[in-house]
């Protein structure tokens, strides 16, 4: 297990490695520069803006620039950020936490909801509750977060005034009142996620059931006098969560950039929105060290999906 | 004789398809008496494992539905029984072993826990000592290395081994009557031999009734006193097993004793192996009559008015056939 980890981690190495050349690559051949808006100012002269350039090497090879960002980046330093002005590790430290509250509460919420509706809808296929949580699921999964995000602040915010629309890292409060407005602020785009991703894990999780289901061993099961209880939560779910785990796990980088969205309708300072600013005023090492975040998380759960899989299907062994 | 153990009395067990009802059961009366070994033959189709499954209700339901008939355990009927009495009767008085050792067990729990459990619910015994029988049993089915192979997955085990781990399992509770779901007809020939020589082992340790399933005509030969034969959802004929191979009575039995092949007489006689024509008629909205008629060589126009019933010939052998009463409907 240890050496089969070990091996995995070296070969993860060779496809980061590639990921960021191409996306360095690319971002260097995207047109824009940091300091366009510095040469539509009058005010500064065209030498100050050359200077900048040559003071960041931006008019070196892409070779060069590529190496220098690397070394950079092996001694645990992102770049600085043109637009903001501090280092890029920084602004990405202050816009983490919050995306990493949204979505994983989202997550927590979907599974919350999609384990236990999947399961019964496929314990009494066509039954009147598995109708209605499939219509439920297909409409969920049918409506884009942006529609879900707007109506629900149309609703709750514009119509009722409940919730705030707006989400705010810096609330002056203290204590209980701190927190409390913290999750009004999140309720909305928590839903708006949760929703969207619990209408599709239902399904998958309704489908991976009733194959199970109809296998033989489950009918061993009930030969023995288990209990219909226990053949479904110890021989059926246990059998058709593999599927499921390996599919969150997989998904969960994938939610990041499912969150951009979201995190532009509520204004959440978040990792997406960072992405999005950054690239609108041609930040590049923001947006490298972004992009080249999420292509290490998407190495990182592929691969923490094939040490579940394995931990939870005996036929799988490490070799 | 002895007591009747199961009594199953006109099972009717239908499924409902898009194309209609299929009677895959319509009317089957089988006894089976404490500690004898009765024999269910027949060909692919023809009611014998849904008649097994119907017993401990391990059909799917929906589609499958037992429409009539009484299933006597003892005298007690189970069809009307909820869920949980059921499960107070499956694997401790009547336990299963199925036709498919390969995937009847969980692929993601040990032998062990798969054996314990079991013995865990209906015995009530600790964790320890549920292993402790666990073990045992798998020594008694002949499972080498036993207090190892307990922790073992079933994907470590060849399918022979599988089907002796199934047949601990079954019998682990001790129950008075295992039902045998063609034990062996997915297994290597030399296994088949092994599976059912152990069967025969465990029946004279045990001393539970078996209610064997099977299509091959010599292990029913081999294992059982009584033999009942079914045809598309029927029992056709029912007789003890020399009396059956004897005299066979039923035109269809006649047909499935002469298909045997005989290696000693092929050697000699170079005639052609005898097969029955035709196939086993579909189950949905099956014509009114005897339904082995289109196949039957004695076929009259008389075997297509009515269905014949169950006739007692003497001797305990029973048969559904015109011709035991002359030709006329009965």
Redesign the interface.
Known sequence: MGQYLLKRLLIAIPSILGISVILFTVLALAPGDPFEELATNPNVPAEVREMLRQKFGLDDPVAIRYFRWLAAMAQGDFGFSFASRIDVGDLIMQRLPTTLIIIGLAQLIALAIALPVGVYAATRPYSIFDQIASTFAFVGFSLPPFFTGLLLILVFSIQFDWLPFVYRADIEATGWRWFWEHVRQAIMPVSVLALFLAASLTRYVRSSVLDVI????V??????????RVVIT??VV??AL?PVVTLVFLQLPALFGGAIVTEQIFRIPGIGSLLISSILANDTPVVMAVTFVSAILVVLFNLIADILYGW????ISYG | MSEPLLEIRDLKTHFATDNGIVRAVDGVDITIRRGETVGVVGESGCGKTVTA?SV?K?I?MPPGRIVDGQILWQGRDLIPLE??E???????DI??V?Q?PM??????YTIGE?IA??LR??EKLSRRAALERTVEMLRLVQIANAEKRVHD?P?QFSGGMRQRV?IA?ALSCSPKLLIADEPTTALDVTIQAQILELLADMKARFGMAVMLITHAMGVVAETAQRVVVMYAGRVIEEAPVDELFANPRHPYTQGLIRSIPHIDRAATTKKRLEAIPGVVPRLIDPAPGCRFAPRCRFAMPACRLATPALRDVGGGHKVACILETGGLPQ
Do not use: C
């Open positions: 109809r296998l033989d061993y009918t061993t099961a009930r030969a023995k006098g288990l209990g219909e110890k021989h246990r059998n593999i939870l299907d005996p036929r | 499954m401990l391990l799917a869920a949980d059921l499960d107070d009767i499956r694997a401790k336990a299963m199925f498919e995937t009847s067990l969980n692929p993601v798969q459990e079991g619910r209906h997955y994907h199934m399992m």
